[in-house]
């Protein structure tokens, strides 16, 4: 497993990267893709670099989860990259000549994955690949 299962041990993989990368070390190519997303997000990067990575981030406390959102980032990069679901490259594709924007693109992309993560969660079962797919064309319309 890439990440590990404690969610200190992810948080601080997020920290080391960023810290890192405002270092100009050297940084293996996971640490890379890391770092990459933490700069596009400076509205996290305090919550990255502060000390207090067991920090719980609720929706009664009105904040968006910066580690998961950072994760769902990392989660559609590395979709685009290997094509799985199959023809969510192509899909991503047309949403960024949509949107102009790859981060932008991600953005829009990241609600679909949400959305069908919490689906899955919820009903005790996989990923419904062709549902995903489907809200992933929508956007690209």
């Known amino acids: 497993m890439i990440f590990g299962r404690d969610r200190r041990e992810l ?24 770092a990459d997303v933490v700069e596009l997000h400076p509205e996290y990067h305090a919550d990255v670099a502060g000390g207090d990575l067991d920090r719980d981030f609720t929706p009664e406390g009105g ?3 910066p580690f998961l959102h ?5 989660g559609i990069r590395e979709q685009v990259a290997t094509d799985r679901p199959s ?7 047309a949403v960024v000549a949509a949107t ?14 949400a959305e069908t993560l919490w689906e899955a969660q ?3 079962a996989p990923p419904d690949e062709t549902k995903y ?9």
């Open 87 to 93: 023809g969510i490259a192509a899909v991503y594709e």
């Open 122 to 124: 919820n009903a005790n």
């Open 133 to 141: 797919l489907e809200r992933l064309r929508c956007l690209a319309q």
């Open 11 to 34: 948080r601080r993989m997020y920290a080391d990267a960023w810290k890192k990368r405002c270092d100009k070390l050297p940084l293996s190519p996971l640490e890379a893709q890391i």
């Open 100 to 113: 102009g924007d790859p981060h932008a693109a991600e953005h829009r992309m990241i609600e679909c994955l």
């Open 70 to 74: 950072m994760g769902l980032h990392l």
């Open 63 to 65: 904040r968006t989860n």
